[in-house]
C-alpha cells in the first residue's frame, strides 16, 4: 500500500510527558510514524480537530476535513461531534455523528487514529499502550514485523532443537493498489482491517498473525507440516474469497495469493525460510493469483 508522508500538528494543545490521574487522553496509534504514541491531554471543555490552522487539534492528512470534528468534555464525560466532514469520524469502526467516549475506544479522524483512554488508571493505560505500538500493528491488530521476525527465530531454533515441523504462510491481497486507486486509502484500510478480523478467526493461541508491509501478511504454525499448511492456507483463501468486503457503500471483491515454507526440523535460518514462502507466493501470483502454492 502506498506510503504518505504526513505528520500531527498540535497547536493549542501540546504533547506532555505525564497525565495527571483521572484526566483523559488520545494517543496516536496509526499510522505508524516517528510520532506515533504521541500522548495528547484533553483539557479544554471543547476541542476542535481537522485539516485547517484555526483549530485545536491539526492533523495534516487530505483524507481530514478543515474543520473535522470537535471533543467536548462534561464534567468527567467526553463526547465526540463530527462536524459534517466529508469522509466521516468514526469510533470503533462506526460512523458517527456524536458519540459519548468511553475508556479504551478507537476515534478514527479519515485514516489516522487515535486511541481514547480516561479515568483513574490513565497513566498505566498509557503505558501499556505503548508497549503494544511496539508489538502491534495500530490498524489491524495483528502483530507487526518486528515482533514477527523475533517470534520466527524463536520458533526455528525450537524446531532445530526438538525435530518437530513449522510452517510458515505468506500471503498478500491481489491487485490491492487497483482497489485504492479505484476506491480510495480509507476503503484499502479498511480492507486490510477487515481480512484481519476473518483470519483471526482461524488463528490458534500458539499460532501468529502478522503484518509483514503493506498488504503482504505471515502466519507462523507451529507444529504444521507441509499438508498441514497447505489446508490451512486454502482455508483463508476460501475465507477472503468467499464474501465481498464493503465499506462506505462500496462492495468489493477481494482475493489473496498465497505461498508456504515448510521445515521438519531441518536447520534454516529465518532468512532462508521467509525466502522460500515468498518465492511461493509469487509462484501464486505468477500462475494466475488466488491460488496457493507451497
Known sequence: MASEDWKTRITKVSAVSRTPE???????????DAEMGKRLKLEKEELTIGRGSDVDITIDRDSVSRRHAKIVQSGNQYAIIDLGS???TYVNDEPISERTLRDGDLVKIG?????????????SAYHEEIYKL???DGL???????????????ELARVSRT??????????????????????HLTGDAILKDLCTRIFTTVRKDELLARYGG??????????????????????RHLVEAEPFTFEGDTIRVTISVGTATTMGETVTVTQFIKEADDNLYAAKRGGRNMVVG
Not at 484526566?23 to 499510522?31: D, E, K, Q, R
Not at 486511541?115 to 497513566?123: A, I, P, Q, R, Y
Not at 491481489?174 to 476506491?183: E, S
Request: with cysteine; hydrophobic share 40%; glycine share 8%.
Open 140 to 154: 489491524t491488530q495483528a502483530h507487526n514485523k518486528r515482533y514477527f521476525m523475533e517470534f520466527l527465530e524463536r
Open 86 to 88: 466529508t469522509n466521516g
Open 111 to 123: 485514516n489516522a487514529i487515535y486511541k481514547f483512554l480516561s479515568g483513574g488508571n490513565v497513566e
Open 163 to 184: 525435530g518437530r515441523p513449522l510452517t510458515l504462510v505468506m500471503f498478500d491481497i491481489d491487485h490491492f493498489k487497483v482497489i485504492n486507486d479505484t476506491h480510495g
Open 134 to 136: 511496539t508489538i502491534i
Open 22 to 32: 483521572g484526566s483523559a487522553c488520545l494517543v496516536w496509534i496509526y499510522p505508524a
Open 215 to 236: 498488504e503482504e501478511f505471515v502466519v507462523v504454525l507451529p507444529e504444521a507440516n507441509h499438508e498441514g499448511g497447505l489446508e490451512f492456507a486454502e482455508r483463508i
